[in-house]
């Protein structure tokens, strides 16, 4: 099936700790993107990327990393550089620019504790 | 920077009342997006705006596009339970990649 898989769905991590959240498309899509989203609030872009082996940080990209060495996959560490990371983590791809649509995963649940 | 506004934030109606949920930004832009979240799940497309006085409807959502004024609204006709939702709208910057969402609508429809 054509689609976003995002893993793990649930992570708990000690605080201090580096963790890596999967992004995997399988849409051809050329831009991917991550969002934040805490509970009962909007979702906040923290990086996307256009095309492989760019990107570009959003709105609140501190604390965070991403690479694009494949077209389907967009990894996103939380670095123990950020304050505050629990949250729910979306991933989303699209065809980019011309006006379409943007695609979300499952997303994942990280909790720091 | 472009932002994104959405009002009411919350919002209690009863079945088969109607009502609109607004969403302004603060630039030009010509591509606006209706999505639908349900609690502790993803987000769900529901509607593509891409020109002035575009007007999209399924169901009982009809969502429309001002552009001069940077406005999208996303009206509901005769509310139904199955409608309880989070309610976003998001734009993208024109000619950018980049997709801006709004702080949502929570909408319940009491029955």
């Known amino acids: 099936d054509g689609g976003i898989t995002q893993s793990p769905k649930y992570l708990f991590r000690k605080e201090g700790q580096n963790v890596t959240l999967s992004c995997e498309q399988n849409?051809?899509?050329?831009?991917m993107y991550w969002y934040r989203q805490d509970p009962g609030q909007g979702l906040r872009l923290i990086y996307y990327?256009?095309?492989?082996?760019?990107?570009q940080k959003g709105d609140i990209a501190e604390g965070y990393s991403v690479s694009r060495e494949k077209k389907e996959s967009f990894p996103l560490t939380v670095t123990s550089a950020q304050k505050n990371p629990t949250a729910f983590y979306l991933c989303?791809?699209?065809?980019?620019?011309?006006?379409?649509?943007?695609?979300f995963g499952e997303g994942s649940w990280l909790t720091v504790v | 920077e472009l932002k994104v506004e959405q009002n009411p934030l919350f919002l209690s109606m009863q079945e088969g009342k109607n009502y609109t949920i607004y969403c302004n930004y603060s630039?030009?832009?010509?591509?606006l997006y209706w999505y639908r979240q349900d609690p502790g799940k993803s987000l769900e497309s529901l509607f593509v705006l891409l020109s002035n006085g575009a007007v999209k409807q399924e169901g009982r959502l009809m969502a429309s596009l001002d552009t001069k004024a940077r406005l999208s609204t996303l009206h509901i006709t005769a509310a139904v339970h199955d409608l309880s939702a989070t309610y976003f709208c998001?734009?993208?910057?024109?000619?950018?990649?980049?997709?801006?969402f709004g702080t949502g609508t929570r909408l319940k429809v009491l029955a």
């Open positions: 630039t030009t832009s010509d591509r």
């Open positions: 989303a791809s699209g065809t980019g620019g011309g006006g379409n649509t943007i695609y």
């Open positions: 998001a734009v993208a910057t024109s000619g950018t990649y980049k997709y801006i």
């Open positions: 990327s256009q095309i492989v082996n760019d990107f």
């Open positions: 849409l051809n899509h050329d831009a």
